[in-house]
T-cell receptor, first 113, second 116 residues
Framework: NAGVTQTPKFQVLKTGQSMTLQCAQD?????MYWYRQDPGMGLRLIYY???????DKGEVPNGYNVSRLNKREFSLRLESAAPSQTSVYFC????????????FGQGTRLTVV | AQKITQTQPGMFVQEKEAVTLDCTYD???????LFWYKQPSSGEMIFLIY??????QNATEGRYSLNFQKARKSANLVISASQLGDSAMYFC?????????????FGKGTMLLVSP
């Protein structure tokens, strides 16, 4: 029962470097999401994909891009990492429905130095 | 804009006692959903319970219940008979109605510590 799988689990980047966070789900969910969690804060939505072929901005999209590669996979790209992007990143997926919950991956701890 | 407020940064409870974690929300939507998630020290997010804005009865899931007071815009989580494994961060979250997507707005969380 893999659920939502994120890679990598940990990453250290230098300012200005780029990287892609990978996310895959095996629950056949239509919707996928990227959130970030900063110390003392709840999670904040970066981008989401309501269904395959669509993506939309969330609350904090600046500095990020996303790709919904297929129904299973949703990646998050940092083109030029900044120290302000140091955070824990969570991918999640859900079915579309009024009372359906989101299932979260284990998180990726990213440090930008 | 939606907002979730959790006013208790930390709560302490003894094992086997009940504890209430507070959550108030602000929204102009008529249809919305309220969720509680648990985040243990290992970091994963675990879904606990859901309440829809049109649900007439308070949601219950095992030892968890949600005390939903719509007029007061509160959705407090009640954990009965606390266990040591309940020590974790707890987040209240809200989803806007209509879309059915889990584009959630989270509160800042409450850290619960359960002592023997």
């Amino acid at each position: 029962n893999a659920g939502v799988t994120q890679t990598p689990k940990f990453q250290v980047l230098k300012t200005g470097q780029s990287m892609t966070l990978q996310c895959a789900q095996d629950m056949n969910h239509n919707s996928m999401y990227w959130y970030r969690q900063d110390p003392g804060m709840g999670l904040r939505l970066i981008y989401y994909s309501a269904s395959e072929g669509t993506t939309d901005k969330g609350e904090v999209p600046n500095g990020y891009n996303v790709s919904r590669l297929n129904k299973r996979e949703f990646s998050l790209r940092l083109e030029s990492a900044a120290p302000s992007q140091t955070s824990v990143y969570f991918c999640a997926s859900s079915e579309i429905g009024r009372n359906t919950e989101a299932f979260f991956g284990q998180g990726t701890r990213l440090t930008v130095v | 804009a939606q907002k979730i407020t959790q006013t208790q940064p930390g709560m302490f409870v003894q094992e086997k006692e009940a504890v209430t974690l507070d959550c108030t929300y602000d929204t102009s939507d008529q249809s919305y959903g309220l969720f509680w998630y648990k985040q243990p020290s290992s970091g994963e997010m675990i879904f606990l319970i859901y309440q829809g804005s049109y649900d007439e009865q308070n949601a219950t899931e095992g030892r968890y219940s949600l005390n939903f007071q719509k007029a007061r815009k509160s959705a407090n989580l009640v954990i009965s008979a606390s266990q040591l494994g309940d020590s974790a961060m707890y987040f209240c979250a809200m989803r806007r109605g209509g879309s059915g997507y889990s584009t959630l707005t989270f509160g800042k969380g409450t850290m619960l510590l359960v002592s023997p």
